[in-house]
């Protein structure tokens, strides 16, 4: 079974600049999370995604940040502008059901910003 | 504000030794994970423990749930090189099925 896919894996711009990340959950999961890791600490949930549709995303900064799941499968986080302290690490992960207690995680995409 | 507390941050040991890695909050949790990171890749769930007072044990980690949902530790027997990486606890919120994630523990194993 393929895992969590995420492009890219690497990604350095300048501040003011925008970006995108890309998802690919695993085949099947209806459930689709985006974290934000700063170096040194937990993981920070900023979207969830039940199929299309939005479950959480209060810790989403929605002046710049925006995430989309058009058809319920594969999603994409944008950054518009860019900060300095955005520089982080963007986790996707997904799950079979809402209910699931098990997360998948894909291996992130680092953003330096500069 | 549902906070995970992890200690310690950083632990360097030597091969064999053993070691315990402690996770506590005010709050309480429906169930509680526990995950492994290792550079450059995403968190990789190694169990979950769901009933106050719960053990479970893989191969030479152990991990138990506080009797009032609160805390949990894990303890490993014997450390070796392979469980170097980061150790992170994460809550379950049972009403939206969202996890809170600790800052995580730093454990290096030094051959």
């Known amino acids: 079974e393929a895992g969590v896919a995420q492009s890219p894996r690497y990604k350095i711009i300048e501040k003011r600049q925008s970006v995108a990340f890309w998802c690919n959950p695993i085949s099947g999961h209806a459930t689709l999370y985006w974290y934000q890791q700063i170096l040194g600490q937990g993981p920070k949930l900023l979207i969830q995604?039940?199929?299309?549709?939005?479950?959480?995303d209060s810790q989403l900064p929605k002046d710049r940040f925006s995430a989309e799941r058009l058809k319920g499968v594969d999603s994409t986080l944008k950054i518009q502008p860019a900060k300095l302290e955005d520089s982080a690490v963007y986790l996707c992960?997904?799950?079979?059901?809402?209910?699931?207690?098990?997360?998948?995680f894909g291996p992130g995409t680092r953003l330096t910003v500069t | 504000t549902q906070l995970l507390k992890q200690s310690p941050q950083f632990l360097s040991i030597q091969e064999g030794e053993n070691l315990t890695v402690y996770c506590n909050s005010s709050s309480v949790f429906s169930s509680l994970q526990w995950y492994r990171q290792e550079p450059g890749e995403g968190p990789v769930l190694l169990v979950t423990v769901v009933t106050g007072g719960e053990v479970k044990k893989l191969k030479r980690l152990t991990f138990q749930f506080g009797d009032a949902r609160k805390d949990s530790s894990l303890h490993i027997t014997a450390a070796q090189p392979g469980d170097t990486g980061l150790y992170l606890c994460?809550?379950?919120?049972?009403?939206?099925?969202?996890?809170?994630f600790g800052s995580g523990t730093r454990l290096l194993v030094r051959p």
């Open positions: 992960a997904s799950s079979g059901r809402i209910t699931s207690y098990e997360q998948y």
């Open positions: 995604f039940q199929n299309n549709g939005v479950v959480d």
């Open positions: 994460a809550g379950l919120i049972d009403s939206s099925y969202k996890l809170i």
